[in-house]
């Protein structure tokens, strides 16, 4: 394979995480008892650009169609987030009833919902039918295609350039990431504003995130590796933020390199600076990340096992797609974790790709009161105690895998 942005051959390997199939494919009772697609999932290191990537088996047609079950209005503390964007990016772009911004990955309007109660014009690109119909729904204009320089050439000429375009974890998901960055260099007016946020290679290395490794993820970045890509085509990185979204993430402020008239912040300097400190651009930062994973692995099944030994009765909760990367590699079924509980209706009734294990409500819990509840979206953890502190209370606990089994039994 060769890199995706500069065309070198990848021989550096970071992971190799056996097969599985695409996380976001849940299985329906219809699809049960068919045959699943599983494909390879490894990942390799460039050695000249530093951009990390997954090995190309899945095309992104397969992995993003119109039964893509991801809806980011379920997370409450991702809307706050949203919500604050929207506010931050409103006072310090001076955006108006005169401006225009776009998001590209819009899912279900979950962002641009606070962009229209502003009263700023917006558009939303997002192709997955699902999530797009919601969006829609909601009002927002939405375009219902992948991202491109095409497409940002059609919306040139339908005049509808961005003073502000937004791309919240997405710019992993693209195959094609110089013609998906390039398209913001063209759709943005002269001054305009891009901002990108993705989850930080270096949060993901150390923190041992493997679960954020799967096949709709074509690239894991670092400021290094993305401020190359943006310089091949038209953008130029002039502030960096990190948040504690998905485990650590970075929200890169880039602008058009030939119009462009923000100063970078010495924010920008400082980053690069840790993470050529840390190591990002060297072989060895790379080494031991599967090592660290195994144990990862091997950790959750010794607690299971012995669960189950103990005739302990242990759940999972949310469906995430990142739930799916550590269940297929750890080769976890529904002998070991009997269902996985999700408030979102479009994936309950479902299975999970691979390990098939049943995904059910809520009410479940009602009923059927757990010893262990193994969240798979350590992320979100604060808000899963929050949501079920009756739960905590009772004597249920909380488990989560990553970076190292953890058992929580109060709210801290």
């Not at 706050?80 to 009833?97: D, G, I, K, P, T």
Request: with cysteine.
């Amino acid at each position: 394979m060769r890199c995706r942005h500069c065309d070198t051959e990848l021989t550096l390997p970071l992971i190799d995480l056996g097969s599985s199939p695409p996380s976001n494919a849940y299985l329906t009772e219809g699809t049960l008892h068919k045959l699943e697609k599983w494909y390879p999932l490894r990942v390799l290191v460039c050695e000249q650009c530093w951009l990390v990537q997954t090995e190309d088996f899945a095309q992104a047609d397969e992995l993003f169609d119109e039964n893509y079950a991801y809806f980011s209005s379920f997370s409450t503390s991702w809307l706050e987030h949203a919500e604050q964007y929207v506010e931050n990016m409103h006072e310090r772009f001076s955006l108006n009833e005169s401006s225009h911004v776009v998001e590209v990955a819009a899912n279900d309007g979950y962002l641009l919902q606070y962009v229209r109660g502003r009263n700023i014009p917006c558009t939303g690109i997002e192709p997955t039918i699902s999530t797009a119909t919601v969006a829609c729904e909601k009002g927002i204009p939405i375009i219902k295609e992948f991202f491109s320089v095409i497409l940002a050439q059609k919306l040139v000429k339908q005049n509808k350039q961005a003073d502000l375009t937004i791309a919240n974890n997405v710019l992993a998901h693209v195959p094609n990431i110089n013609d998906f960055t390039s398209g913001f260099s063209i759709l943005l007016k002269p001054n305009g504003v891009a901002t990108f946020e993705f989850p930080h290679l270096l949060k993901l290395i150390n923190g041992n995130q493997f679960d954020t490794i799967y096949h709709e993820h074509f690239s894991y970045l670092s400021l290094i590796a993305v401020e190359a890509i943006f310089k091949k085509n038209g953008l130029q990185v002039f502030d960096v933020e990190e948040h504690k979204t998905h485990g650590g993430s970075l929200r890169i402020f880039a602008q058009r390199s030939d119009t462009g008239m923000y100063k970078i912040t010495e924010r920008v300097v400082e980053l690069r600076k840790h993470e050529m400190e840390a190591g990002i651009n060297s072989v060895n930062f790379y080494k031991n990340f599967q090592v660290n994973v195994n144990r990862i692995k091997n950790d959750l099944l010794s607690f299971l096992i012995k669960a189950k030994k103990d005739e302990k009765k242990v759940i999972a909760y949310g469906a995430a797609a990142k739930g799916n990367t550590l269940l297929n590699y750890s080769g976890i079924r529904p002998d070991l974790l009997e269902c996985v509980i999700d408030i979102n209706p479009a994936k309950q009734g479902k299975y999970m790709p691979g390990s098939r294990i049943p995904i059910l409500s809520i009410e479940y819990l009602k009923k059927n009161t757990p010893d262990y509840i193994l969240i798979l979206p350590w992320n979100l953890a604060n808000e899963v105690y929050k949501q079920n502190y009756e739960l905590i209370k009772s004597g249920v606990e909380f488990v989560t895998a990553i970076p190292n089994l953890n058992k929580i039994k109060a709210i801290e």
